[in-house]
């Protein structure tokens, strides 16, 4: 599938394995990775890093497999959500650089157009999560709010 932005089609990434059971090996039970994750989650970790750490500490290759619900699922039902999700955040601590970059270079016009776009996915991204009840309705995009609540 093509890029959205780049007009380039790319390489399809990595796939996790089919396979979607227990690993025969694997001495964990459900309620212990369901508590590793929350023991992470307390220590200010983010979804994606809880999974590496499990993966590569732990020797958890996918926590999905074995309790049968993915670690955002599990943060979310114990309240351990961050307020704004994962991806929303990376994209707003990117336009944040950005502005940073622009605000120094004020004829960057490379920079202003990855600004936009920037600031084009988090409005899609954002609407995305507005319908998916993960947002109130009521949230809107704030570049100096957002620069406070970030920095």
């Known amino acids: 599938m093509a890029r959205k932005y780049s007009g380039k089609h790319g390489k399809h990434g990595s796939k996790k394995p089919y396979k979607a ?10 309620k212990e990775v369901e508590q590793l ?21 732990y020797g958890i290759p996918n926590v999905k497999s074995l309790t049968e619900k993915k ?16 991806d929303l955040m990376a994209l707003i601590k990117n336009e944040i650089k950005l502005l940073d970059h622009f605000e ?6 490379t920079a202003k157009r ?3 776009l920037t600031e084009s996915k ?12 993960r947002l109130s309705r009521d949230w809107k995009y704030n570049r100096e709010r957002i620069k406070l609540m970030v920095s």
């Open 21 to 30: 059971t227990k690993p025969s090996w694997m001495t964990y039970s459900s």
């Open 37 to 57: 994750v929350l023991k992470l989650a307390k220590l200010g970790k983010t979804a994606s890093q809880i999974g590496m750490i499990l993966r590569d500490a």
């Open 71 to 86: 670690i955002t699922k599990i943060l979310g039902e114990n309240k351990s959500l961050p307020e704004l999700p994962e």
């Open 104 to 109: 120094r270079n004020k004829h960057d016009m």
């Open 114 to 116: 990855g600004l936009q």
């Open 122 to 133: 988090i409005h899609k991204l954002s609407d995305y999560y507005k319908n998916s009840g």
